[in-house]
């Protein structure tokens, strides 16, 4: 059986607190170049604060029941911006990468964006990330500019690659 196949999505409620925070902070352990965020900014959240970031959604992709993989959600709340989401805080596991996990993830955060009523997701990726770059650009995305400096840390200056979706 494909791995695709034993791989479950769903959306993560307030109950599933300690799912998120474990995926969050692993993802920001070990792909800090990644993410915006700060590994030591996170980990010292309360439990509050992790439920209010459950407040947009989250999806966690389960293998054999275990956490894989994570795509969250930023709705624009402006009337004149409504149409648009953002794609926030992607993860998978590396054992799970090139198994179909992110694919299954992209599709279920696209339907729940479609459902409502999204016409655009958009995202934001280090231009030293190829591979998300490549898968992306895989499944629709396309390049629609680029921040210079746009992820500064580690010592590192990166160009910022924006990316759009349109889902209509």
Same mark, same amino acid.
């Given at each position: 059986?494909?791995?695709?196949?034993?791989?479950?999505?769903?959306?993560?409620?307030?109950?599933?607190?300690?799912?998120?925070?474990?995926?969050?902070?692993?993802?920001?352990?070990?792909?800090?170049?990644?993410?915006?965020?700060?590994?030591?900014?996170?980990?010292?959240?309360?439990?509050?604060?992790?439920?209010?970031?459950?407040?947009?959604?989250?999806?966690? $992709?389960?293998?054999? =029941? /275990?956490?894989?993989?994570?795509?969250?959600?930023?709705? %624009? *709340? &402006? @009337?004149?911006?409504?149409?648009?989401?953002?794609?926030?805080?992607?993860?998978?596991?590396?054992? $799970?990468?090139?198994? =179909? /996990?992110?694919?299954?993830?992209?599709?279920?955060?696209? %339907? *729940? &964006? @479609?459902?409502?009523?999204?016409?655009?997701?958009?995202?934001?990726?280090?231009?030293?990330?190829?591979?998300?770059?490549?898968?992306?650009?895989?499944?629709?995305?396309?390049?629609?500019?680029?921040?210079?400096?746009?992820?500064?840390?580690?010592?590192?200056?990166?160009?910022?690659?924006?990316?759009?979706?349109?889902?209509?």
């Amino acid at each position: 059986m494909p791995v695709e196949e034993k791989v479950t999505v769903r959306r993560l409620s307030s109950k599933d607190v300690d799912v998120l925070r474990h995926m969050r902070l692993e993802a920001l352990s070990h792909e800090p170049l990644s993410f915006a965020s700060v590994f030591g900014d996170w980990v010292r959240l309360t439990d509050r604060e992790w439920r209010q970031n459950l407040a947009q959604p989250v999806f966690v $992709a389960f293998l054999s =029941g /275990v956490p894989v993989g994570m795509m969250g959600l930023r709705f %624009e *709340h &402006a @009337r004149k911006l409504a149409h648009r989401a953002k794609l926030v805080s992607v993860y998978v596991r590396k054992g $799970a990468r090139g198994t =179909g /996990v992110a694919a299954r993830l992209l599709h279920e955060v696209t %339907e *729940h &964006a @479609r459902n409502r009523g999204v016409l655009q997701l958009e995202l934001a990726v280090n231009s030293e990330n190829a591979r998300a770059i490549g898968f992306y650009q895989r499944h629709g995305f396309v390049e629609t500019g680029r921040i210079p400096n746009g992820f500064l840390g580690h010592g590192r200056e990166n160009e910022e690659v924006i990316m759009v979706l349109r889902l209509m």
